[in-house]
């Protein structure tokens, strides 16, 4: 068949292990399990409290959200597509209100109607789709977002998926909403547990189904919510593995721009295109006069607006769910088909253009959500970056320095943390922030986000950054 392309090989010794230990501790339960030392040489066990013990501390990531039990919500009537228990069932409860907060930041968005989402409808009426969401949320051995490993839980739930999943593949119900819906999620699982090799597997089927569908950008004016995660995935593997992504902005355009998708910037309110214009005639455009192409000005433009209006979010302008995820979209889309990672595309580039694009390129990476702590981390993004800051040319002008000081900012308070990484950040921040004179963080901070800085995700660790320059200074 044309679409049989899931499988379970990516199971391996180790994974089977897993399984057989789980099926044993099934057929074991109940039953004591004798010491192994003798009575006499065993000391009397101690019982102690661990309430007060400390929450391991897994890094900072852009949205920690622990689990708890909302009191009342739309979740809280939730019949499942099978029994699975009362324990099981308050867990799925637990992390689908917290998934509804990773993929849609509070501070940004306006509260997730989960019982109004197209993707919640999958979990209450597709028993494959259910048996992915379990096997993410048991990939997870705290809260959701911290430490990820594969649980023999997480691999009976996705085994599970995959035969059912190639039982749909053969039928009529191929190309099909939920056909589609439970080959992301697949695709989703292996990106977690970085399994690039079987998700890129899954994700190419996934394009080939969203072809006999009509495309992406029919499939988004028939599903929006559905299309939008196919759409992502495509820019998370370009970003991964350097090639331009899978789906053209023509894919995602359609014909006459007949697509479902939303653009920031040409949201229908015009009050708010009036508001984003005047703060983007006074903010990008003094400041970048540097010699840049201007379709990568343009980019630049783009970006600082639509971080200037997330700096601004208040509970009355925060964005609808869907247009926040199809703006950051349409953003980074628009950065990859300028220029993909790899650097077999980028040696046209001037040295300031590539380091402007690649800095654009890491902002908007901090926006696409994530599954947990450093789940997204792009090494080819990161080695491009540091590769360009360690080999940049001495600034020629204040501008050129001003766009130095942002590179190295950004860097510093996204995805360059090395040991190595931080003493030339410093030491750059140090020698470009002198010779503008930026000794306070308020001034600092304006120079920031004339060109892209979101508030929220960088003021504590770029703070961090130059009150580190001061303390120095001062012994």
């Known amino acids: 068949m044309l679409l049989q392309f899931v499988n379970d090989t990516a199971i391996g010794p180790e994974e089977r292990r897993l399984i057989r230990s789980h099926v044993m501790r099934g057929k074991n339960a109940g039953r004591p399990r004798p010491p192994r030392k003798p009575l006499v040489h065993r000391k009397e066990e101690l019982s102690?409290?661990?309430?007060?013990?400390?929450?391991?501390?897994?890094?900072?990531i852009k949205h920690i959200l622990y689990p708890h039990q909302p009191l009342w919500n739309e979740l809280s009537l939730t019949s499942y597509p099978y029994y699975i228990g009362p324990e099981k069932e308050r867990f799925v409860y637990q992390r689908l209100w917290i998934i509804a907060k990773a993929l849609y930041p509070p501070e940004f968005c306006t509260e997730v109607n989960l019982s109004h989402y197209a993707w919640f409808r999958f979990v209450l009426e597709d028993v494959a789709y259910f048996h992915c969401l379990l096997a993410i949320c048991f990939s997870f051995t705290t809260h959701f977002g911290g430490p990820r490993r594969i649980s023999s839980e997480a691999l009976r739930h996705i085994s599970q998926a995959y035969r059912m999943t190639n039982e749909r593949l053969s039928s009529f119900e191929a190309c099909s909403d939920q056909a589609i819906a439970v080959v992301t999620m697949l695709?989703?699982?292996?990106?977690?547990?970085?399994?690039?090799?079987?998700g890129l597997v899954h994700f190419q089927g996934l394009r080939r189904m969203v072809e006999l569908r009509g495309g992406l950008a029919k499939l988004a004016?028939?599903?929006?919510?559905l299309a939008q995660k196919p759409w992502r995935l495509a820019l998370e593997f370009a970003l991964q593995d350097g090639a331009p992504a899978t789906f053209s902005l023509g894919d995602v355009y359609g014909s006459h721009h007949?697509?479902?998708f939303k653009?920031?910037?040409n949201a229908s309110d015009e009050q708010n295109q009036e508001l984003m214009h005047r703060r983007m005639t006074r903010s990008v455009l003094p400041t970048c006069t540097v010699d840049v192409d201007p379709t990568l000005l343009q980019l630049l433009t783009s970006i600082n607006d639509f971080t200037n209006f997330l700096n601004s979010t208040t509970d009355k302008t925060k964005l609808d769910p869907l247009d926040y995820s199809d703006a950051v979209c349409f953003l980074l889309h628009r950065l990859l088909a300028y220029a993909p990672i790899s650097p077999l595309h980028r040696h046209h580039l001037p040295q300031l253009d590539n380091l402007i694009h690649l800095t654009l390129v890491t902002v908007m990476t901090t926006l696409l959500p994530e599954y947990g702590h450093n789940q997204a981390r792009y090494d080819l993004l990161t080695n491009q970056l540091r590769e360009t800051?360690?080999?940049m040319r001495a600034p020629e002008t204040a501008k050129e320095q001003a766009v130095l000081l942002w590179a190295v900012?950004?860097?510093?308070?996204?995805?360059l943390d090395d040991m190595e990484d931080e003493a030339m950040l410093n030491r750059m921040a140090v020698e470009n922030s002198e010779t503008l004179k930026l000794h306070y963080w308020d001034d600092l901070k304006r120079l920031l986000c004339s060109f892209g800085w979101i508030g929220v995700l960088y003021d504590k660790a770029g703070s961090r950054l130059l009150q580190g320059h001061k303390a120095r200074c001062k012994t």
């Open 258 to 260: 007949s697509t479902g």
């Open 48 to 60: 102690i409290s661990r309430s007060d013990d400390k929450r391991q501390e897994v890094g900072e």
């Open 263 to 265: 653009s920031f910037n």
């Open 389 to 391: 800051l360690q080999t």
């Open 409 to 415: 900012f950004v860097a510093y308070v996204t995805i």
């Open 187 to 198: 695709a989703i699982y292996q990106r977690m547990h970085h399994q690039q090799a079987v």
């Open 221 to 225: 004016s028939e599903n929006r919510a």
